[in-house]
């Protein structure tokens, strides 16, 4: 294979996409990507990159414009990072994802399954439900050049409602105004660092805005800015983040005009947001995604579902309607607390909720005799942890399905699913993201032979005990909550002693010396402060 030399010009054909858009050439038998080269094109090519086992390229000469090629209608193609396919038709566009998912199924799954089709958007434009828009050092809104942390300022953006453009613009009217400053990440210096917008389906909108300590200058002109621009706000925060790194979203929020929270509507149910709460970014795709792992389900009435990585419990309740019984399971405390509202809110009594990780509940209700019929999954991007596998396929239910946001991790876990005997037997995709390189995935799986040694046991969860889970978070989770906010490490040790100074419960005998002669080390102060706050925040104390 000849190296290619960073500058030279080769002729190469665009026979792909990578899986953050980028058109895919071969030359010399190297792989070189190529930001918005079209498949099929045959193209001159610079080399701007050389790597270990790739390079990278820009456009010289197209010699044959594909047809799938088209004049980007936003003026900040290849300017801002958020879009990826903004030089494609729709249609080429929906053909990269499938193809996308098709690729991870086979090559990462090892699977010989078709992907069905690709649901696409009756409207790709201007879908999000949920804005966020960094602010740059100089004061700029609008979104990060692509893999760079450089704000490129927009004013009108194709994906994002007019509703969440206008209230960014009015905060940036605002800081100019009154000569608010803008954080700068680099010195960790100035104030405002993200505007955050949720709209909902009546056109209602929640804005946020996230700053660098716990008050603002002008925090009224602050809300009136943002109500004269969007009438239709019932509500203005200021979120506190006063943490170095990329997290948008601090701990701590204040109400400066309205309510703390936004209502929506998705399949026939109606749901409580507040800014931190996960919730699906495109609403009507959401439905289209949420029908479809119904129909995978097969629900008929009859069944115990075990809904993992649940959030405020959209796919819960929605399954609630189709089944017996749902249970449905999340880390996050208020995500827990939210989940419950929702259910009460819409009449809904067959299902039931327990906070705590995914591979700690799955294995407890494995350990306690739970036998679902259909369990479904949602992880975030990272996928599913080993041990939630096995946990789920120690349970026995007769389906699983998966709803994925990354294929990679998807092909990888059915590919795991398959040694416990669980055959991925349909897949779909969902274009949930029009213009961005993104795409949801549903596959269902199906147990193989039922061993014939495995009795169904039926039970109540109200004799299970499940007080490990309602204390509201693992020592994983405080350790990593108290690295992330106070950059301390702390122990198992420390955690369970202020445990028992808060008089939350311990195991009998956890953590206790072997003899009484035994000297443990205690807890530092400025750590115990850190755990209590950790506490604090997942709703134990």
């Known amino acids: 294979m000849e190296a290619l030399e960073k500058g030279s010009v080769y002729t190469a054909v665009i026979d792909g996409y990578s899986s953050e858009g980028l058109g895919i050439a071969r030359v010399n038998g190297a792989v070189v990507f190529v930001p918005h080269a079209v498949r099929g094109e045959e193209i001159d090519l610079r080399i701007t990159k050389v790597m270990k086992t790739s390079c990278t ?48 199924l086979t090559r990462i799954g090892g699977l010989d399954l078709t992907v069905e089709e690709i649901l ?39 994906i994002q409602t007019e509703a969440a453009d206008r209230t960014a613009q009015a ?8 000569k608010i400053s803008a954080y700068d990440e680099t ?20 804005c946020c805005v996230v700053v660098n300590g716990n008050k603002v200058p002008r925090e009224p002109e602050l809300a009136a800015y943002v109500t004269v621009a969007v009438p239709h ?18 701990d701590k929020y204040r109400t400066l005009f309205g309510r703390n929270y936004l209502m929506d509507t998705l399949c026939g149910l109606e749901f409580k947001l507040s800014m931190p709460s996960f919730y699906q970014v495109n609403r009507d795709q959401a439905e289209v995604l949420y029908g479809k792992a119904l129909k995978f389900a097969g629900l008929t009435g009859n069944e115990t579902v075990l809904d993992l990585y649940c959030g405020i419990g ?24 939210d989940a419950k509202e929702n259910a009460l809110r819409n009449h809904i009594e067959n299902a039931e909720f327990f906070c705590g990780d995914a591979a700690d509940i799955a294995a407890k209700l494995e350990s306690d005799g739970l036998r ?26 007769e389906k699983v399905v998966y709803v994925s946001c990354d294929p990679a991790t998807l092909g990888r876990d059915v590919k795991i699913f398959r040694e416990f005997g669980y055959e991925a037997k349909r897949a779909a995709a969902v274009d949930m993201f029009p213009g961005t390189a993104h795409v949801e995935t549903v596959v269902l799986l199906s147990k193989g032979e039922v061993d014939s040694k495995k009795i169904r046991v039926e039970f109540s969860l109200e004799d299970m005990d499940m007080s490990e889970f309602q204390d509201g978070a693992t020592y994983t989770q405080i350790k990593d909550y108290v690295l992330e906010h106070t950059g301390l490490k702390v122990s198992s040790l420390y955690i369970s002693q202020i445990k028992r100074k808060c008089g939350i419960g311990v195991g009998k005998n956890y953590n206790l010396p072997k003899s009484e002669d035994s000297r443990q080390p205690q807890c530092p102060p400025e750590k115990e402060k850190a755990i209590r706050e950790a506490f604090k925040y997942f709703g134990m104390i």
């Not at 905060?171 to 009154?178: A, K, L, N």
């Not at 955050?196 to 929640?206: D, H, I, P």
């Not at 983040?241 to 997290?247: A, E, I, L, P, S």
């Open 233 to 250: 706000t019932v509500g203005v925060l200021l979120n506190s983040n006063t943490r170095r790194g990329n997290v948008v979203l601090g």
């Open 171 to 178: 905060v940036g009217e605002w800081m100019r105004r009154y």
């Open 372 to 397: 679902p019929d259909v369990v479904t999954v949602d992880p975030p991007r990272k996928g599913l942890a080993p041990e939630v596998i096995a946990s789920v396929a120690a349970m026995g239910p």
């Open 57 to 104: 390229g820009e456009i010289v000469k197209i010699h044959n414009p594909s047809p799938e090629r088209m004049e980007p209608e936003c003026p900040y193609a290849g300017k801002c990072g958020g879009c990826a396919y903004r030089h494609l038709t729709y249609p080429e566009e929906l053909w990269t994802k499938r193809q996308r998912v098709q690729d991870a």
């Open 187 to 206: 010195t960790g210096k100035g104030l405002v660092r993200h505007v955050c917008v949720r709209v909902n389906r009546k056109g209602e909108s929640l």
């Open 120 to 158: 696409g958007a009756k409207n790709p434009e201007h879908y999000r439900n949920k804005s966020q828009y960094p602010v740059g050092a100089d004061g700029s809104i609008g979104f990060f050049q692509a893999r760079t942390h450089k704000v490129v300022p927009i004013r009108r953006c194709l």
């Open 314 to 337: 959209t796919i819960t309740l929605c399954l609630a309607k189709a089944a017996k019984r749902v249970i449905g399971a999340e880390i996050v405390p208020p995500a827990i607390r």
